[in-house]
Structures are given as structure tokens and as C-alpha cells.
Nanobody, 115 residues
Framework: QVQLVESGGGLVQAGGSLRLSCAASGIIFSAYSMGWYRQAPGKQRELVAL???????NYADAAKGRFTISRDNAKNTVHLQMNSLQPEDTAVYYC?????????WGQGTQVTVSS
């Protein structure tokens, strides 16, 4: 049974930072591209960043220069370090295995940025 469990969301002021984590089980983690998506109220889910098994990564324009995705294959975990957060970053953030739009999703973690 595949499980992706996100953590690290919360409420932060504009300009602050958060580090999201996603712990995976039930998959050969090192073989999967892992992604972070987000969905704001009334908007479509969008890709924020993804990291391949090789360690190479891609970012949405909105995340470039502020967010960093990383993975720890020994711990089956992927992280998203988010700096200089802005109110428009407010959303539910989801972990995805097999990104982009892979088969497995976490339950999401809420990130709220106050102005």
C-alpha cells in the first residue's frame, strides 16, 4: 500500500519560511520522480516543483529563486524549502509520486501566508 504523508504546513507571515516534508512508503522511492503541487481555493492544482531520481529538478516560474526541492533517498523523503513566502503562496500543498501527475498523492498540507 502506497502512502505519502506530508507535514510542515502552517501559518506564516509574508516574508517567512516553511519547510514541507513528504514521507513515502510502499514504493521504490529512489526510482520515482517526486513533485510538489499546490491548489488554492477556486484554482486548479498546479505543479510547484519536481525532482527526478537523478536529482535534477524543475520549478514553476512562481517558485524559482524562492523554493528548493530536495530528496533523501535513504529516508524516502522529499522536502520543499519555501522562503520569502507571499500571500499568493497560500494553498494546500500536495506531494506526488511519479510526477508530473503521477498515480500517488498525499492528503495535502495547508500553507497560509498572512500579509
Amino acid at each position: 500500500q502506497v502512502q505519502l504523508v506530508e507535514s510542515g504546513g502552517g501559518l506564516v507571515q509574508a516574508g517567512g519560511s516553511l519547510r514541507l516534508s513528504c514521507a513515502a512508503s510502499g514504493i521504490i522511492f529512489s526510482a520515482y520522480s517526486m513533485g510538489w503541487y499546490r491548489q488554492a481555493p477556486g484554482k486548479q492544482r498546479e505543479l510547484v516543483a519536481l525532482i527526478r531520481p537523478s536529482g535534477t529538478s524543475n520549478y514553476a516560474d512562481a517558485a524559482k529563486g524562492r523554493f528548493t526541492i530536495s530528496r533523501d533517498n535513504a529516508k524516502n523523503t522529499v522536502h520543499l524549502q519555501m522562503n520569502s513566502l507571499q500571500p499568493e503562496d497560500t494553498a494546500v500543498y500536495y506531494c506526488n509520486a511519479g510526477a508530473p501527475l503521477g498515480a500517488y498523492w498525499g492528503q495535502g498540507t495547508q500553507v497560509t501566508v498572512s500579509s
